[in-house]
């Protein structure tokens, strides 16, 4: 069965504000069986709002609609869906005792516009936020259900599970979709994908293999869908052991998982503990780490040493080298690897120092230009990376590539 | 006139990639006075993308892809574009040349995959990508124009100005969008629009003033557009005016800024230098103010203690503190602050301590408790924060939080 998607806000229209909203919901739906047709972002205004609503209820049998839900007067979502879907507006006494719970969890005072989000749709059935005041509506027409979300994306991924539970009740589903993902380092997608040719030639209609290359790893996941889950699952394991084969050697992982998510886990597996030196990354490969829930049994901490004062002070970086070498050099990017192991009393750390740009470069050192090492009880080895693009791409290739470093020699 | 963008790719609509490209391609167009009629994000299936080319077609004079345009045999953007447009598909000898470019600079080995990207329909002219190997196809039917663009986020945005150029020569456009922001603190959304609702309501109808609330933040964003660049100008400068004015106490920033673009400003307006010691935000905080290019004269580094131990070995905090009175209190996150001051040498720091979750929740002290302290050479204050959400958004919610404490101190 097919779920379209509409977000709606003008601050995602315009490229102010990111859209997370219709990957949650993918996430949370493709595993159930949905097929997602489309995922369509509209602006705060009533005719393109009403012509995604048609489009999308069209071609799916349920639609999911995020965002235009708040109190100010740039949210009209609600009250086009009233006229799409029927009914005068109705205040809920329930949604507005839910207001007057989340007010007063956040010790916050109501006002009139606050109430106001009480009001739906005739139309509508409610379903409860527990994460903030803008109820969940669930409209019905013709056999097709639209769920309407409130737009932050805290409080969608929320209310997800309990709207996943709705739908599955409302619909039962009989397909069967499963993933399997690897990572892969060390090759490129076109390489990698001849090699992976005859592999891929050879799997069954119901299967199918996508690239989904990342800076610095390659991410293959496999699809499987069918009705038999046992007979899936079956197959997708049989499949899964010969993508393995071909890969070979350049399978990092067995699983999806981030860079940081892999050092931890090889670090785990050793009983090493970790840490990082961070010059042109700014502490980027620490926030990557401690993203990761329950690092705190391998993850010590981390030395940003933006300033060459604190690479000597608190890394032990030798001044005179600095000076002599420059702080993007082999010799420096070590002692800031081997200083976080003793600054941090850690047994691994990766260090980088690099000109991420858009100024910074010298002579023989442009932009993109950045050392990285890795250090364990076993020795520290460095490489020298050139890498194309911006700032924040520069910084985002070589956070992966210093975990990766440290991951290969683990 | 109008614009639609259509995004390509299965990775993006199961939700494992967030598509950054429709908000690339917005944040060019929009200040050129194009208005984003709907964002599309489809599959990489032949019918998907056909329908969605056709309607955006059908809407908008002017309509931009990404995506589904690398070598593997997932993509099949290519093929359904010389469907839709017509003509045989022709190898480009200047593609070629190009993608031998680019792997040599890359000094990567061809192969028949790589080469195939040269394969362009005959109706398509080609813009040449200079970062990377697919190329940039303009097609253009009853007037309208539609130009493929590669996925990947850096070729995209590399290529934006090239393609903004030669959609600013094809049409001339005599709308002109003019956007002002300021960012604003200390409020709710909804005590904000009741304050400024009179101002509002005042407002030309020309004029349009959106709320975009970030964790810890609200941005107000005041658009307008008209013909006459110089009027607008100077109603666009009266009316921000007036919402300064009416914001009051608030404001933070006169401008859109981050975080920690705006303790970046008032640092650098007294001359001091920064620093961050982070336990629960694990690095976030630093990479924030590193993302800011030219944050070096301000920024000297971080200290992230994610165990007790960084924190009194690196920081100076007192162990028995840590012992009485736990790593989440009101005396430990000062000391980290004081510390880190005095570890990195820098005038003012700010730090964290705190339970990010899922798990580290103790008696009192549930997921959410963070205590967030700034120290300038004034003194130290901290601040206890209950944050709901999960690990993303204690970490997010905090990072900001400790931020603009310093900003409100400076």
Redesign the interface.
Known sequence: MKLSII?IG???????????N??????VF?PMGWD????????DEKR?IHE?VE?ALAEAELVICTGGL?????DITKHTLAEIFGGPMRRDPEVVDNIRRVFRLRG??M????EAQADVPESCRVVQNL?GTAPVMWFERSGRVLVSMPG?P?ET??MLPEVARLVAARFDSDNVLRHRCMMVGGI????L??RLAAW?AALPPYM???????PGLI?L?LDGRGRDAAALDAEMARQFDGLKAAVGEHMRYDG?ASAAEIVLAACRRHGY?LG?A?S????????R???V????DV?????????N??KA??LGVSAADIEALGAVSREVVEQMAAGARC???CDCAVATSGI?????AVEGKPVGTVWIAAATPAGVQSRLLHL??????V?DRASTEALMLLASML
């Open positions: 977000i003008d601050e995602i229209l315009i490229g102010q504000v990111t859209d997370t219709s990957g949650a919901v993918a996430r493709g997602i047709a489309c995922v369509r972002t509209v602006p393109a995604a489009a708040g109190p100010t007067k740039d916050l005072a006002n009139s516009l606050t994460f932050v805290f991924e929320g490129t997608e076109s390489a994908a001849e891929e199918h293999l996508a690239y989904l290359p990342v991410r996941r999806d503990t990082t961070e042109c990354t700014g502490g980027t490969i620490a926030s780490v401690t993203a829930a329950g690092c705190s993850f010590a901490g981390s030395v940003v040493s933006y300033a004062s604190v002070a608190v600054a941090l009393g991420a740009g858009p100024g910074g194309p693009g911006n700032r924040a791409r910084i």
